[in-house]
């Protein structure tokens, strides 16, 4: 199990806590946050961010199912969903229900922020209490929405090992720009650039470009 990053960032982890403070008047008590594992396969993912550290077994629980996962994003399920865990059938339930329902969770909203090549970053906020009204879950979407920014980029931060320029190389060859291109926008030599990309390559453990980019926006670096 990685070590979700907020634990070393607290910055992060300050953001969160403020965000679970917010949501407190609809009982939202835990965050989490999935992402993919840029090193592994399409179906692999991590945990990102979990709020409180308490919950962190349940959290990984819930990245190493099958649950939400790219057979979800493969199909036409909703970029949000709302579930009510202690509804799931006794005889049937999986080991992340099991583990939330012990801490006493009863209701999870899920919002998706899609990636390249079906990847996806996962926002889970977990309420001790059922939710009633579709109004509800629907601010809970919102609010996740409304911080997804801030989130992303404290996320970018403290997990990514690129500096300034290589994030930015990267994000000018995202844009479709040759290297001389790069080179005038940014002012510097084009062996500048192709020096920035090289090192960007090998931080990411690629060999080329496009697999750098892909990775670098699987981290939320870009």
Known sequence: MGIPVNFDSVSLDGILSDWVAALREFSVEAVVVLGPDPFGGSDDRQVIAVHPPIVAEAAEALAESGDF??????????????????????????????????????????????????????????????????????????????????????????????????????????????????????????????YHLANAMNKLKVDNKMAAIQRACWLGAL
């Open 69 to 194: 996962g790219a057979r979800w994003r493969d199909s036409d399920a909703p970029l949000v969903a709302w579930q009510t865990i202690a509804k799931s059938d006794p005889q049937h339930t999986s080991r992340w229900r099991m583990l939330w329902l012990a801490h006493g969770y009863q209701t999870l909203v899920r919002v998706e922020f899609s990636l390249p090549a079906g990847r996806a970053f996962e926002c889970f906020m977990f309420s001790p209490r059922e939710l009633t009204a579709r109004a509800d879950a629907a601010l809970l979407a919102w609010s996740a929405l409304n911080i997804w920014p801030l989130v992303k980029r404290s996320i970018a931060t403290a997990r990514s090992r690129l500096s300034p320029r290589e994030r930015e190389c990267l994000q000018l060859a995202f844009q479709g720009k040759t290297a001389r291109e790069t080179a005038q926008e940014l002012q510097c030599t084009e062996r500048t650039v192709n």
